[in-house]
Nanobody, 120 residues
Framework: QVQLAESGGGLVQAGDSLRLSCAAT????????VAWFRQAPGKEREFVAV???????RYADSVKGRFTISRDNAKGTVYLQMNSLKPEDTAVYYC??????????????WGQGTQVTVSS
């Protein structure tokens, strides 16, 4: 089993950067694909990025070129570096461990979320 905890959210202005962290506990972390999802008020949870257990990455078109996902297995942490933030990036960001697809239902373990607010 894996426990996940996000941190690093906050209030920033458009064009700024933030780095989110997802700290994992559990011996099997190394074998999991870890993704970031986000959910804005009144909208469905959407896929942002995923990093596989072997280090492969994939991004949603809306963040490609601006966001970078990485993992430090020694620290048991996955990061989401977010650059050139836009107001439409405002959402609660969740990290999740599981199957590696773009679908939330494919992930069994979730963190509690961290709020990112981008002002114009």
């Amino acid at each position: 089993q894996v426990q996940l905890a996000e941190s690093g959210g906050g209030l920033v202005q458009a064009g700024d950067s933030l780095r989110l962290s997802c700290a994992a506990t559990g011996r099997t972390f190394l074998s999991y694909n870890v993704a970031w999802f986000r959910q804005a008020p009144g909208k469905e949870r959407e896929f942002v990025a995923v990093i596989t257990w072997s280090g492969g990455t994939r991004y949603a078109d809306s963040v490609k070129g601006r966001f970078t996902i990485s993992r430090d297995n020694a620290k048991g942490t996955v990061y989401l570096q977010m650059n050139s933030l836009k107001p439409e990036d405002t959402a609660v960001y969740y990290c999740a461990a599981g199957g590696g697809s773009n679908w939330a239902r494919d992930y069994a373990y979730w963190g509690q979320g961290t709020q990112v607010t981008v002002s114009s």
